[in-house]
């Protein structure tokens, strides 16, 4: 399990151009400057995965500040410099950034009558962070370009796919790194080592997350979500009772996280139908979907974002009951089906889709989607207008008669409708000179 200088260099090269010249152009800076450079982090761990990452962070060995405007020169970007932090950001016309820092050179007092000693300061940068696959550099001066900085380890825990702390009190000094590990296991389908694992079950029993704010949970909550492969994560959560004690009535059942699961399966499945949709708002709705109807709304602040996914999410689970209700029943009315669901998102739809396991529902809700969720009539308020019809309600009687039509198939063409508008006026008129 390691990996040799001259192979890391050739991983290297094997970027697109684009990348690889920001990393060689770091390189020759350093070089000028003769300071060490160094790629660090998620994008080293993402070189290894073979997964392209444009989040470049740089670690200079030097003077940071100095280094980004020099760099900047050669990118022409524009530069962001943080001067009392030694860090800077580079914006590039192409609208990425490239971070900087400056590594700190750090003493380490030793008793009685040892010197201090310098630790090389790569090495105080690589151990403030989070996972061994993320403590990893690769230096980029010409002399050594490629060589890899792998003092704990990452390179290994890569190959076996384990997310491993550095240290016991890593997640109690920064407990959001629980919910990090959580979703580098849904992105990459790792698993948790087992001593961090008890790490983490000693900062849970703290009750560590009670530290982050909600916002701050919230947003790693989604980021959680977004990712592919909960099942592990999902399972580590469940087996850990992190939702339950961040909110005591979100459980994880064995189902729930079937369900969730099996969704990649249909999207594969109904490619084309339900193509564009957010899938993280399936999976909220999954997540919910045992939770008592009064409680929907306080557990919703907990992966919401903006009002228009909340109400989506809300009618979907709201509706639900209602919805099977009405579609467990023979020869359903198509306009019935149609107004049952056309409120509902179509995240919702899926959702139901893959809740219920009832054969009739899905018949349904598959046949909705398929033919009558984008029907719409050619006429609009305007055509009643020229048939000299005064505006007002009776504008919305008129349409929602001739959809209904429409969607019952009893008229196709704009004529068809037009005639069936006229007709259904005049009786409206009729009724009301009774
Ligand atoms: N980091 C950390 N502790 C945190 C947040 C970040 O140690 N609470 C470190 C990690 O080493 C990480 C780096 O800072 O690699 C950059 O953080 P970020 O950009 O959030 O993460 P990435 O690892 O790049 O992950 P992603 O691909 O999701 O951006």
């Not at 310098?118 to 105080?124: C, D, G, P, R």
């Not at 009535?249 to 099996?262: A, P, T």
């Amino acid at each position: 399990d390691v990996i040799e200088d001259k192979d890391c260099k050739e991983l290297l090269k094997k970027l697109p151009k684009e990348i690889y010249d920001i990393l060689d152009k770091a390189g020759d800076v350093g070089d000028r400057l003769n300071e060490k450079v160094y790629v660090v982090g998620g994008f080293v761990r993402d070189l290894f995965l073979n997964v392209e990452n444009w989040d470049i962070d740089l670690v200079v060995e030097g003077d940071g500040i100095a280094f980004a405007i020099e760099l900047n020169k050669e990118l022409k970007g524009n530069t962001k410099l943080y001067k009392e932090f030694g860090t800077g950001m580079l914006e590039l016309e192409n609208g990425k950034t490239i971070d900087i820092v400056t590594a700190r050179r750090e003493y380490y007092e030793y008793p009685a009558a040892l010197p201090k000693v310098e630790k090389s300061t790569i090495w105080s940068d690589l151990f403030r962070r989070d996972f061994t696959i993320n403590c990893m550099a690769i230096q980029l001066n010409k002399d050594n370009q490629g060589k890899l900085i792998d003092y704990f380890g990452g390179f290994t825990d890569l190959k076996n796919k384990r997310i491993r702390v550095l240290y016991n009190l890593s997640f109690i000094e920064d407990p959001t790194r629980i919910f990090r590990a959580i979703r580098f296991l849904a992105r990459y389908n790792f698993s948790l080592d087992e001593e961090t694992k008890s790490f983490m079950e000693q900062a849970l029993g703290e009750n560590m997350l009670s530290k982050l704010s909600n916002d701050r949970i919230k947003e790693e909550l989604v980021y959680i979500l977004k990712e592919k492969s909960l099942s592990e994560s999902l399972r580590l959560m469940q087996d850990l009772r992190i939702l339950s004690s961040i909110n005591n009535n979100l459980n994880i059942s064995n189902e729930i996280i079937d369900k969730i699961n099996s969704i990649k399966s249909y999207q594969d499945q109904f490619k084309d139908i339900f193509k564009d949709i957010n899938i993280v708002l399936v999976k909220v709705m999954i997540l919910l979907s045992e939770v008592e109807a009064e409680a929907i709304n306080g557990l919703l602040d907990l992966f919401c974002v903006n009002k228009e996914i909340r109400s989506k999410i809300y009618n979907g689970l709201i509706s639900k009951s209602k919805v099977y209700e009405l579609l467990v029943e023979e020869d359903l009315d198509k306009y019935c089906l149609y107004q049952s669901l056309h409120t509902l998102s179509r995240e919702a739809i899926l959702f139901y889709y893959i809740d219920s396991d009832n054969a009739y529902i899905r018949h349904y809700l598959m046949f909705y989607t398929l033919n009558l969720q984008n029907k719409n009539i050619s006429i609009t308020g305007e055509d009643l207008k020229q048939l000299n019809i005064k505006p007002g309600p009776i504008y919305k009687d008129i349409l929602d008669y001739v959809l209904e039509a429409k969607i019952k198939g009893l008229v196709y063409s704009y004529e068809d409708e037009l005639a069936l508008a006229k007709k259904h006026y005049k009786a409206l008129k009729g009724e009301k000179n009774v």
